[in-house]
């Protein structure tokens, strides 16, 4: 294959990426399950990691950085909460998170294609950095930027909550979201990284 083909594929497989993270996001229950007045449990982390995963970092961090403005886009055009917008309007939030995932996913994904591991191996070790990376840089974003956006969200006044009390309403979200978020990404990355290696 000539190098323009290799790239007219690349570019070709990186639209079709966004375009999915595209409808994830603005399709309800294709990529977000709501619960109010928790945040809202994600899937479309496991097509960010098997982009990651697929197209290494140098075109996955693409994907990472669609996902973000997305979200961005959505907290002030269709939030699940009318206070959601207090939050992830914000791309510190929002965009910034994301891309690291995306970026540290790529590059572990790339340092073990390297090392010859094998696909399901590399699939679920991205599966589960990749979920607990996502759910830990968000609520640390929140923790360290939104605090009292966070507390009004969740109907607590902010000057009667301390840092220790939203600290472990944070780490509860880390439980409830995070698992099953990890389950469903260990399950899901593999199975779907083999499909696309099979017409790569």
């Known amino acids: 294959m000539s190098y323009s083909k ?7 497989q990186l639209s079709m990426f966004i375009a999915i993270i595209i409808l994830q996001t603005w399709i309800p229950f294709l990529g977000y399950i709501n619960l109010p007045p928790l ?7 496991v097509t960010v990691i098997v982009a990651c995963l697929f197209l290494g970092r140098r075109l996955g961090i ?18 699940p909460l009318p206070t959601y917008y207090l939050i992830f309007g914000s791309p510190l939030v929002s965009i910034v998170p994301r891309l690291m995932m995306g970026w540290v996913v ?17 699939g679920v070790i991205g599966g589960v950095l990749g979920t607990f990376l996502n759910t830990l840089l968000v609520l640390g974003a929140i923790f360290l930027f939104k605090q009292e956006a966070y507390l009004t969200m969740i109907n607590i ?30 399950i899901l990355t593999p199975l779907l990284l083999k499909v696309l290696y099979r017409f790569k």
């Open 62 to 79: 693409w994907v990472a950085l669609c996902w973000g403005i997305n979200s961005l886009i959505r907290a002030y055009v269709a939030p």
């Open 39 to 45: 945040l809202s449990v994600t899937y479309i982390h």
């Open 106 to 122: 790529g590059a572990v994904g790339d340092f073990l294609k390297g090392r010859n591991i094998t696909l399901t191996k590399r």
């Open 157 to 186: 006044a902010p000057q009667t909550a301390s840092s220790q009390l939203l600290m472990q309403l944070l780490m509860g979200i880390v439980v409830t979201n995070a698992i099953p978020e990890t389950i469903v990404a260990v």
């Open 6 to 12: 290799y790239q007219t594929k690349q570019l070709v």
